[in-house]
């Protein structure tokens, strides 16, 4: 079946390290791929997506992402993160050909110790 | 400014009563979509409407009904028949079939006692 793996549930780092939040998929064609952040309480908002060409992306805040086709991952970075990044992180991941559906994983919520 | 609006933040109900949840967006989406979120599973895709009049299931739409009588309005109501309905809704919508990311609304918690 295809999914998307978010194995950190929680991660929690200091203000000011860097932070790798890991996204694996497991689809046989290539996929559309999302990450989003969510606020407590809020909705999601969109951080940055791969479609295709480059596979290093840049995205708002500060966040960018790497699309590795070999290891099925699209791990999202940050070189220094900020208190204010403390959120719930999704990867998504949209099959081409599969009628735009948005297929999410489980989450990981992020802790920024001060 | 153009988005997404979902009214009630929050929403409380007793078992055994319909409730519907409402979802207006200003962007000139096509396509509206429906998702709960519980603790711990991400968000499921409830039901999706890519064109006025006209929608589909997703993965969770038992006890969930929709209608989509204009492009800016997707209303959700959740059934007595549903039978865990507490959960954070949340809508999105998206511009058209060839494009791919959708944009959130701020979400409505449910609460049924």
């Known amino acids: 079946a295809q999914s998307v793996t978010q194995p950190d549930i929680h991660i929690t780092v200091s203000e000011g390290a860097s932070l790798e939040l890991r996204c694996n998929y497991s689809y046989g064609a290539t996929p559309y791929l999302f990450w989003y952040v969510q606020s407590p309480g809020q909705g999601l908002q969109l951080l940055l997506k791969?479609?295709?060409?480059?596979?290093l992306v840049q995205g708002i805040k500060g966040f960018e992402a790497e699309f590795k086709r070999s290891q099925s991952s699209f791990n999202l970075r940050k070189p220094s993160v900020h208190w204010s990044d403390a959120a719930e992180y999704f990867c998504?991941?949209?099959?081409?050909?599969?009628?735009?559906?948005?297929?999410f994983g489980t989450g990981t919520q992020l802790k920024v110790e001060l | 400014d153009g988005g997404i609006t979902q009214s009630p933040k929050y929403l409380f109900r007793k078992e055994g009563q319909n409730v519907t949840l409402s979802c207006e967006q200003n962007l000139n989406h096509d396509a509206m979509y429906w998702y709960r979120q519980d603790p711990g599973q991400g968000l499921r895709l409830i039901y999706y409407?890519?064109?006025?009049?006209?929608?589909q299931k997703g993965d969770i739409a038992e006890g969930y009904s929709v209608s989509r009588e204009k492009k800016e309005s997707f209303p959700l109501t959740v059934t007595s028949a549903q039978k865990n309905p507490t959960a954070f809704y949340l809508c999105?919508?998206?511009?058209?079939?060839?494009?791919?990311?959708?944009?959130f609304g701020p979400g409505t918690r449910l609460t049924v006692t």
């Open positions: 791969y479609f295709s060409g480059d596979t």
């Open positions: 999105a919508s998206k511009q058209a079939s060839n494009t791919y990311e959708q944009y």
């Open positions: 998504a991941v949209i099959l081409t050909g599969g009628g735009n559906k948005l297929t």
């Open positions: 409407s890519q064109i006025v009049n006209d929608f």
